[in-house]
Each structure stands twice: as structure tokens, then as C-alpha cells.
């Protein structure tokens, strides 16, 4: 008797396990997804990289990565994407992924007296896809706690690179001017960055009329915005409005890098 009475109440015990198993799956809601990240800055970014400037060290930043992904890494990746989707429309060349384009915090200390571990700003880089590899010309932002730069151009162009913009400019530079001188982008343009050989580079005439340009070691174009920017809901808007207006100086540029680059595949190819 006491053995069938215990059989009884375990089989109800299992039954009420059973259905009250039932009722919290049928009931269970899904949890919440994560909020997807704000294209652009909150003021908590500001002030870890403020923190960072203070305590440049592994430390410091390893106890707080979790806001540095947070409240930069991720609004970054957020800012990026919605500025390469415009994109497709003025620089379609320059689409990559957005994990492509952010640049990493940490620093490259190998060849430097400064050993800061991490950079005190954050920063992208569209780079033509044919290009990435190398340099060449392309699109650029980043954001520190004392300015946001937008800035497009050659900024690091390779030797041959370098000559192929040079020599193009010989037969071109008028036309490179007229993009320049664009009211629209000189208005959003604060500054050509062109940093400058002192004296005429070996083979090129010295009272040729683009010598100015041909002297430039760089070509780009830059605009510095208050910090402030970087925690507006219209950050990326801004940055796609600079890029379009300097998308033809990039095409510009990129165009006689790219033959460059072509026909060095042509010889590689041709085994000459």
C-alpha cells in the first residue's frame, strides 16, 4: 500500500513538473537585443579620452576597455557604416568594411622614442580597394577630446606614387587647380594640407608654372570641427558632406597611381 501511494504521488509530482515546465516555455520572453550604438559620441567618450591623456598606460586602459567599446569602438563602427553606405553613391571604390577602416588605439611603438602605448584619439581610413595595401589617396576622420578633423587626399604617398601624382601634374595641374578652387569645397575645406619639398624635385623643371604643387609631398584637404561635434546625432551627415565635395580631388589623384599600379602588374605579368 505505502509503495503504491509513494508511485502515485511521484507520478503526480512528475505531471506538475511537467506542465509547470510547459507554462514557462510557453510564457518565456526573449531577452531584449542589445541597443545598437549611436552613430556618434557620447559624453562618457570624452571623458575616457581625456582619462587615457592622463594615464597612458596598460593598466589603466585594461581596466576600462569595456567603456573604451562601448562608448568609442562601437559608436565608431556605427559612424562608419552609415558613412560607407552613402558612399556607394560618390566613392564607390572606397566601400570596405567597417572593421577595415577603423584604425586600432594601440600604438606602433617599434621605430619610436614615444613608447604611450595608445593613441589618444580615434580614427578611420576609407582607402581605395585596388590600394589597400599601399597608400594612395582616400577619406579620412577622427575624433579627439579637442577637435574632430575630416580630411581626404594623398597623405602618405609611396616613392612611385609620388612621382606618378608629380608627372601627372606637369600636363594636369590646371584642371587639379580648378577642383581646388571649388567655392563649396573651399568653403568646407578650412586648409590644403601640402607639405612641401624646399627646392624643385631631380628631373622636374624648376619654373614650371605647377611647381608649387609638384613640391607638395602630400595633397589633401582638411577641416577641424569642435570636439562638440563628435555627440551630435548629424556627425556622420557632416562627414559624408565633406567626403562628397572631395571625392573628385581623390579620383584626381588616385588616377595616375592606379596606371601606375597597372602597368607594374602588366610587366609582373608579361615576366619582363
Given at each position: 500500500?505505502?509503495?503504491?501511494?509513494?508511485?502515485?504521488l511521484e507520478?503526480?509530482?512528475?505531471?506538475?513538473?511537467?506542465?509547470?515546465?510547459?507554462?514557462?516555455?510557453?510564457?518565456?520572453?526573449?531577452?531584449?537585443?542589445?541597443?545598437?550604438?549611436?552613430?556618434?559620441?557620447?559624453?562618457?567618450?570624452?571623458?575616457?579620452?581625456?582619462?587615457?591623456?592622463?594615464?597612458?598606460?596598460?593598466?589603466?586602459?585594461?581596466?576600462?576597455?569595456?567603456?573604451?567599446?562601448?562608448?568609442?569602438?562601437?559608436?565608431?563602427?556605427?559612424?562608419?557604416?552609415?558613412?560607407?553606405?552613402?558612399?556607394?553613391?560618390?566613392?564607390?571604390?572606397?566601400?570596405?568594411?567597417?572593421?577595415?577602416?577603423?584604425?586600432?588605439?594601440?600604438?606602433?611603438t617599434r621605430?619610436?622614442?614615444?613608447?604611450?602605448?595608445?593613441?589618444?584619439?580615434?580614427?578611420?581610413?576609407?582607402?581605395?580597394?585596388?590600394?589597400?595595401?599601399?597608400?594612395?589617396?582616400?577619406?579620412?576622420?577622427?575624433?579627439?577630446?579637442?577637435?574632430?578633423?575630416?580630411?581626404?587626399?594623398?597623405?602618405?604617398?609611396?616613392?612611385?606614387?609620388?612621382?606618378?601624382?608629380?608627372?601627372?601634374?606637369?600636363?594636369?595641374?590646371?584642371?587639379?587647380?580648378?577642383?581646388?578652387?571649388?567655392?563649396?569645397?573651399?568653403?568646407?575645406?578650412?586648409?590644403?594640407?601640402?607639405?612641401?619639398?624646399?627646392?624643385?624635385?631631380?628631373?622636374?623643371?624648376?619654373?614650371?608654372?605647377?611647381?608649387?604643387?609638384?613640391?607638395?609631398?602630400?595633397?589633401?584637404?582638411?577641416?577641424?570641427?569642435?570636439p562638440e561635434?563628435?555627440?551630435?546625432?548629424?556627425?556622420?551627415?557632416?562627414?559624408?558632406?565633406?567626403?562628397?565635395?572631395?571625392?573628385?580631388?581623390?579620383?584626381?589623384?588616385?588616377?595616375?597611381?592606379?596606371?601606375?599600379?597597372?602597368?607594374?602588374?602588366?610587366?609582373?605579368?608579361?615576366?619582363?
Amino acid at each position: 500500500m505505502a509503495m503504491a501511494l509513494r508511485r502515485s504521488l511521484e507520478a503526480i509530482f512528475d505531471a506538475v513538473f511537467c506542465v509547470r515546465l510547459l507554462i514557462a516555455m510557453a510564457t518565456k520572453t526573449k531577452p531584449a537585443a542589445a541597443p545598437a550604438a549611436l552613430a556618434c559620441l557620447r559624453p562618457e567618450a570624452f571623458k575616457f579620452l581625456r582619462g587615457l591623456e592622463r594615464n597612458n598606460d596598460r593598466e589603466w586602459f585594461n581596466e576600462r576597455k569595456a567603456v573604451y567599446e562601448a562608448e568609442l569602438k562601437e559608436p565608431m563602427l556605427a559612424i562608419i557604416r552609415k558613412v560607407t553606405d552613402a558612399m556607394t553613391d560618390f566613392a564607390p571604390d572606397h566601400v570596405r568594411p567597417a572593421e577595415k577602416c577603423l584604425f586600432r588605439i594601440y600604438r606602433d611603438t617599434r621605430f619610436s622614442n614615444d613608447k604611450k602605448p595608445y593613441k589618444t584619439h580615434v580614427a578611420a581610413w576609407w582607402a581605395h580597394r585596388e590600394l589597400e595595401k599601399t597608400s594612395g589617396a582616400g577619406y579620412y576622420f577622427h575624433i579627439s577630446a579637442r577637435e574632430v578633423i575630416i580630411a581626404a587626399g594623398a597623405y602618405m604617398p609611396e616613392k612611385d606614387q609620388l612621382a606618378a601624382i608629380r608627372h601627372w601634374l606637369l600636363e594636369n595641374h590646371e584642371e587639379f587647380r580648378k577642383l581646388l578652387r571649388r567655392p563649396a569645397l573651399r568653403k568646407a575645406f578650412t586648409e590644403f594640407e601640402g607639405s612641401a619639398l624646399t627646392r624643385p624635385p631631380k628631373g622636374f623643371p624648376a619654373e614650371h608654372p605647377a611647381m608649387d604643387l609638384i613640391k607638395c609631398k602630400q595633397w589633401g584637404l582638411s577641416a577641424t570641427l569642435a570636439p562638440e561635434a563628435a555627440l551630435d546625432a548629424g556627425l556622420a551627415a557632416t562627414i559624408i558632406r565633406h567626403f562628397r565635395l572631395a571625392a573628385p580631388v581623390v579620383d584626381a589623384l588616385n588616377g595616375p597611381i592606379a596606371a601606375t599600379a597597372g602597368a607594374k602588374k602588366k610587366v609582373l605579368f608579361g615576366l619582363h
